[in-house]
């Protein structure tokens, strides 16, 4: 019996400390922490979940935010199906950055359309919130992304995000059932993906991923 039917590979980018990792842990492991520890490089989370009758294995990176780690974590854009952007609700400079550094850096190392989310985090911080639900939005819509509010700590939203991006990339896949071969979906020269058929879950994409191009990059 097969174990999944797709392989996304998903990558989280965002600033230092706007809870990255807590919001990948929570989502994988049901699990949160109030200690923070920053993230060192690369590190990665598997889950799968199950979206209209499709299982569907993701393959979450979450990347160091530190400005001193991104010459590393720039290699992890390649073959990226979805790009999760999070913020910190209680830190506006986390915000500006969005735009400012990160989605800069999609457009440099990301393959074209990407599939793109937008998470304020920490909306928990009610007293300590700095940037609205509005300004957030307006910045989504600008840059073709989906907007979700949550919280890692008390999972609010948190499965929501992830499946948002996760039924995004099964219904760009489904859209062209025609062109699918039995064990791979091969659409153009964009990222790539895979079906179940022969995969291992070895993490190296040039023995994990095959080719797939997306018609849009918003997660809808």
């Not at 400079?93 to 440099?108: A, M, N, R, Y």
């Not at 989906?146 to 219904?171: C, H, M, Q, R």
Request: hydrophobic share 35%; with cysteine.
């Amino acid at each position: 019996m097969k174990e999944y039917d797709y392989l996304f590979k998903i990558i989280v980018i965002g600033d230092s400390g706007t809870g990255k990792s807590s919001l990948l842990l929570r989502f994988a492991d049901n699990t949160y922490s109030e200690s923070y520890m920053s993230t060192i490089g690369v590190d990665f989370k598997i889950k799968t979940v199950k979206i209209d009758n499709t299982t569907i294995k993701l393959q979450i990176w979450d990347t160091a935010g530190q400005e001193r780690f991104r010459t590393i974590t720039s290699t992890y854009y390649r073959g990226a199906h979805g790009i999760i952007c999070v913020y910190d609700v209680t830190n506006k400079l986390s915000f500006d950055h969005i735009t400012e550094t990160w989605l800069q850096d999609i457009d440099k190392y990301a393959t074209s359309n990407v599939c793109k989310l937008l998470i304020g985090n920490k909306i928990d911080l009610v007293d300590s919130r700095v940037v609205s639900a509005d300004e957030a939005k307006h910045v989504a819509e600008q840059n073709n992304m989906n907007y979700i509010e949550a919280s890692a700590k008390t999972d609010s939203n948190v499965e929501k995000a992830f499946t948002t991006i996760a039924k995004a990339l099964k219904d760009k896949v489904t859209q062209y059932p025609s062109s699918a071969p039995t064990s791979t979906v091969n659409l153009s020269n964009a990222s790539k993906v895979t079906t179940n058929r022969g995969i291992s879950d070895s993490c190296q994409e040039s023995s994990v991923f095959k080719k797939m191009n997306f018609s849009s990059g918003k997660c809808t």
